[in-house]
Structures are given as C-alpha cells and as structure tokens.
C-alpha cells in the first residue's frame, strides 16, 4: 500500500492556473476511475473537491477540475484565488479492496 | 445536516488500548460505507479503515491489520474503532468519513479526535 505520489508543493499567483498530480500504479489509480481530490485548511478537517476523477460535489466551485491519464491523475484550479492556498490530497481505490492517499500537496497563492 | 462526531481520543501508553467512537446524524446511517482516517502531527492523511453499510465487511492499511478493528451499531447510529496495541505511530487526529458510494469518496468528515500515545 505505498503512497500516492504528490509534488510536495506548488504556487501560482492570483488568477493563475496551477495542476497537482497524482501517480499511482495499475492497481489504484490506472485501474479504477475512482480518484477523489481533498482541500484542508490548516486546523480543519478535508473537504472532497472531486471525485470519480472529473466529478465535481454540488457546491464546490467550478474551477476545480480533474482530470486522468493511465497511472497520473491530475487537480487542476483555475482563477487562483487567495482562499485556495491549503493542502491538497488525492486518493484511489485499489486492487485489495483497500484506499490509498496521496502525500499531499501545499499550495501557495502567491 | 450530516454530522459526524469522534469522540474518545486521549492520551495513552504504548501498548496500551483506546476505543473512538463517531456520532451520525442526519443521514441514514444504515445506508452508508465509512472509513477512518488518521493524520499525523504535520504528517499527510493516512487511511486506516473502512467497514461497509451492513457492517459484514471490514478492510484494514497494513499498518494496523491486526491491532485495530473498526465495527458499527447501525441502531445507534455509531462507528466504533477499537485500537489495541498502540505504538507511537499511532499518535494522530483520527477522522471519520462517510463514503459516498462503496468505498470512496469520501463526502462527510468528522472533526476529528486526537490521540496521542506516549509515555
């Protein structure tokens, strides 16, 4: 059950469009459209952004996307605002029946 | 309004036990897969386990297969997580989630409740 690979952070500055990737293997994210995207602000408990790799919950802005190519799933936010700055997690479903998470990514507005 | 509410986190010994518990309202509980999630201080979110709506099934990480056992009381409306054989690993905020379809994702949490083990 290893990670989900993560970059450790990325930044963009206000208006901006950054991308989180996510890189798993054949038997989590390559083999399941079953990829979901976490934001928690520090002190908070996450909140789900995506899921089933491009589905958006009802009220969660529409500049959230998601998106995913064999073991790589991608977050992406466009018209970065102040309020995205937060952590970002990915996690899969996997072969054992199991979940996994990313590392997690910080994401600094600039 | 879903909530989700941990309680039973405290402060224990290594190789000592602790039992979480989560409160669900607002939802039919009955109906739903749920998980914990733990995360360490400073540390990213760690799934731990996940049991299914009935409660007949229950998955585990490798990091806690055979210390930890989660259950419910769908009567109660409440997730348990029995934890025995803590080590300092363990020490973290432990979330619960409601699974929005089998397994993931996960569209509800909990605030969280802490544990810390040490001596």
């Known amino acids: 059950q290893s990670a989900l690979t993560q970059p450790a952070s990325v930044s963009g500055s206000p208006g901006q469009s950054i991308t989180i990737s996510c890189t798993g293997t054949?038997?989590?994210?390559?083999?399941?459209?079953?990829v979901s995207w976490y934001q928690q602000h520090p002190g908070k408990a996450p909140k789900l952004m995506i899921y089933d790799v491009t589905n958006r919950p009802s009220g969660v802005s529409d500049r959230f996307s998601g998106a995913k190519s064999d073991n790589t799933a991608s977050l992406t936010i466009s018209g970065l605002q102040a309020e995205d700055e937060a952590d970002y997690y990915c996690n899969s479903y996997t072969s054992s029946g199991t979940v996994v998470f990313g590392g997690g990514t910080k994401l600094t507005v600039l | 309004e879903v909530q989700l509410l941990e309680s039973g986190g405290d402060l224990v010994q290594p190789g000592g036990s602790l039992r979480l518990s989560c409160a669900a309202s607002g939802f039919t509980f009955s109906s739903y897969a749920m998980s914990w999630v733990r995360q360490a201080p400073g540390k990213g979110l760690e799934w731990v386990s996940a049991?299914?709506?009935?409660?007949?099934?229950?998955y585990y990480a490798d990091s806690v297969k055979g210390r930890f056992t989660m259950s419910r009381d769908n009567s109660k409306n409440t997730l348990y997580l029995q934890m025995n054989s803590l080590r300092a690993e363990d020490t973290a905020v432990y979330y619960c989630?409601?699974?929005?379809?089998?397994?993931?994702?996960?569209?509800?949490w909990g605030q969280g409740a802490l544990v810390t083990v040490s001596s």
């Open positions: 049991i299914t709506a009935s409660g007949n099934s229950a």
């Open positions: 989630a409601r699974a929005r379809r089998a397994v993931i994702p996960f569209d509800y």
């Open positions: 054949s038997s989590d994210v390559g083999g399941y459209n079953y």
